[in-house]
């Protein structure tokens, strides 16, 4: 797993810059692995997923932030799940999108509840994988538990020489009905008044 500077706000208001995998960006957000899953972790191997390519519910979501990039080759069976997994709402940026449109979006991306999704983005900056991090949060904050991210997006798949396929993938619709966990939310409020420790991902550069 690759590694980045982080900055950390802690008591007395100083900023201690850290190094911190990419695994522990994801373990922050994720609540623990379930048992019921057929998915080995929150994170898996491009070895993994070769190897398991036949699994019935296996739905793997491209999540790269172009449809050209998709178009030009994909894992196979990758959907182009390309949507607007934050908003600006109320004038306020990077949202939760209304559940109506993650609803509609999830569906034609063929969620279901028994789908074992496993997203993935290029790989190759933070931002990239804190991308498909935010979407895998967003499948667990709105009740799919069985979903995890790949460990290196396509392009740790590219580098291991796996076959990628160019043919757009059409899903069935899927059945899966957002529930929202709004214990997984923090509001302003929360950040405000209650004595949590406030974790900045930012780069340094913005963070000083």
């Known amino acids: 797993m690759c590694k980045e500077e982080v900055c950390m706000n802690v008591p007395k208001n100083k900023g201690i810059c850290l190094l911190v995998s990419c695994f522990f960006i994801f373990a922050v957000l994720m609540i623990p692995h379930q048992a019921n ?36 080759g994909h894992i196979p069976r990758a959907v182009c799940a390309f949507a607007r997994w934050r908003q600006r709402l109320n004038g306020i940026p990077f949202m939760l999108p209304p559940l109506n449109y993650l609803k509609e979006k999830l569906q034609k991306f063929g969620v279901t509840d028994k789908s074992d999704v496993v997203v993935y983005s290029d790989g190759l900056s933070l931002g990239a994988i804190a991308w498909a991090c935010r979407v895998a949060w967003t499948l667990e904050v709105l009740g799919h538990e069985s979903v995890a991210i790949l460990d290196g997006g396509i392009s740790e798949w590219m580098y291991q020489s796996k076959p990628l396929e160019k043919d757009s993938i059409s899903p069935p619709a899927g059945n899966f009905v957002p529930d929202l966990d709004v214990t997984r939310l923090a509001t302003l409020d929360d950040v405000r008044y209650l004595k949590a420790t406030v974790v900045d991902f930012r780069v340094p550069a913005r963070y000083f």
């Not at 899953?37 to 036949?54: F, H, M, Q, R, T």
């Open 37 to 72: 899953c057929e998915l080995p972790g929150k994170i898996i191997s491009v070895e993994w997923l070769a190897n398991n390519l036949d699994k019935p519910n296996l739905l793997i979501l491209d999540v790269r932030l172009s449809p050209q990039e998709y178009r030009f």
